[in-house]
């Protein structure tokens, strides 16, 4: 499978720092990424997407960034908050040949206070 | 209701025993995915419907695991002869279309 490990990278920051997690993706085919959010207890949440075609997409509070190049993701989220606290997940999946989104291996948010 | 829901939320089973969880998506969408979540880990893809065809299974790990969903609505995955390895959360989640997942809060399987 795609996940690794059972430690998870950790990130730990101060509220209101800005936050860097990143992601490398397997599949130079895949063409739709996704971040997801898990909370203790919880399912994945959506938190942005991004396709192909695009290098940048914003949300609130949220930035994804690819690079196509080096099979890159990174999710940026600004004046992190004690509720960003969690675990997150990169996504990727192709649209053609089949809907199968892998996960790639987590990593777990610590937002100090 | 407004999220995917998930039935029961935890489960224990003795090994050998068979076990169902059930799945209700959100109203409407098309797609259904199982997956697994071992502690410490990320989802692994299990399997994958449209409407009530199962287009993928190629993530089930064994023919002890089936899933079904025969009127395109509620799926339910089936465990036979669990054993302890079976041990997971397991996610299911609905789209409507080829895009974002919804997912509900999943089944705790502990296999004794």
């Known amino acids: 499978g795609e996940s690794v490990g059972l430690h998870l990278p950790t990130l730990s920051v101060q509220e209101g720092d800005n936050s860097i997690i990143n992601c490398a993706y397997s599949?130079?085919?895949?063409?739709?990424f996704i971040w997801y959010k898990q909370e203790s207890g919880k399912g994945p949440q959506f938190i942005i997407d991004i396709r192909s075609n695009m290098d940048k997409r914003q949300g609130q509070r949220v930035t994804v960034l690819l690079n196509k190049t080096v099979k890159h993701l990174s999710l940026q989220i600004a004046a992190t908050q004690p509720g960003d606290s969690a675990v997150y997940f990169c996504?990727?999946?192709?649209?053609?040949?089949?809907?199968?989104?892998?996960f790639g291996a987590g990593t777990r948010l610590f937002v100090k206070a | 209701g407004a999220g995917v829901s998930q039935s029961p939320r935890y489960k224990v089973a003795k090994r050998g025993q068979d076990v169902a969880l059930r799945c209700d998506p959100i109203?409407?969408?098309?797609?259904l995915f199982w997956y697994q979540q071992a502690l410490g880990q990320g989802p692994e893809f299990l399997t994958y419907?449209?409407?009530?065809?199962?287009?993928?299974k190629s993530g089930l790990p064994s023919d002890r695991f089936f899933a079904e969903r025969p009127e395109g609505s509620v799926s339910t995955l089936k465990i036979q002869r669990t054993q302890q390895e079976d041990s997971a959360v397991y996610l299911c989640?609905?789209?409507?279309?080829?895009?974002?997942?919804?997912f509900g809060s999943g089944t705790q399987l502990s296999v004794l």
């Open positions: 599949n130079s085919a895949s063409d739709y």
């Open positions: 109203s409407g969408h098309v797609s």
């Open positions: 989640a609905s789209s409507p279309e080829y895009e974002k997942l919804f």
């Open positions: 996504a990727e999946d192709r649209s053609a040949g089949g809907f199968k989104t892998i």
């Open positions: 419907f449209q409407n009530e065809a199962q287009l993928d």
